[in-house]
Structures are given as C-alpha cells and as structure tokens.
C-alpha cells in the first residue's frame, strides 16, 4: 500500500494549546478533500506513511 492522506483537525483546550487530531484515514488526497467538503469541516489533508494495519476509510 502506498501513501495514504489523513483528515487533520485543530483542537483548542481550555488551558490554551492545540492538538492536532485525526479525523479519518483516505486512499487519495482527492477523496480526503471532498470528505473534508461533504462533512463541513475546517481541516487539512496531509500525506501520512501507513503504519502497520492502518487502513483508509471505507466509502
């Protein structure tokens, strides 16, 4: 399996520091944009290595 895209997100706590959290895991940049689009979501698409059994989303 070759290069996969993981949808990111930001997440403010309370005491004022981000995280960066995983939304969900796509075969393609293409797909994880418009999942991005369709769910309404400020994110970003980055390209990640698979780690193990890591599997992207199944539409």
């Known amino acids: 399996m070759g290069q996969l895209f993981a949808l990111f997100i930001s997440i403010c706590m309370t005491t ?3 995280q960066e959290a995983v939304v969900e895991v796509y075969e393609s940049e293409k797909e994880c944009q418009q999942a991005m ?3 309404r979501i ?3 698409c980055s ?4 780690d193990g059994d890591q599997q992207p989303t199944k539409q």
């Open 42 to 44: 400020y994110g970003e």
């Open 16 to 18: 004022g520091e981000y």
């Open 47 to 50: 390209a990640v290595e698979p």
């Open 37 to 39: 689009y369709e769910k």
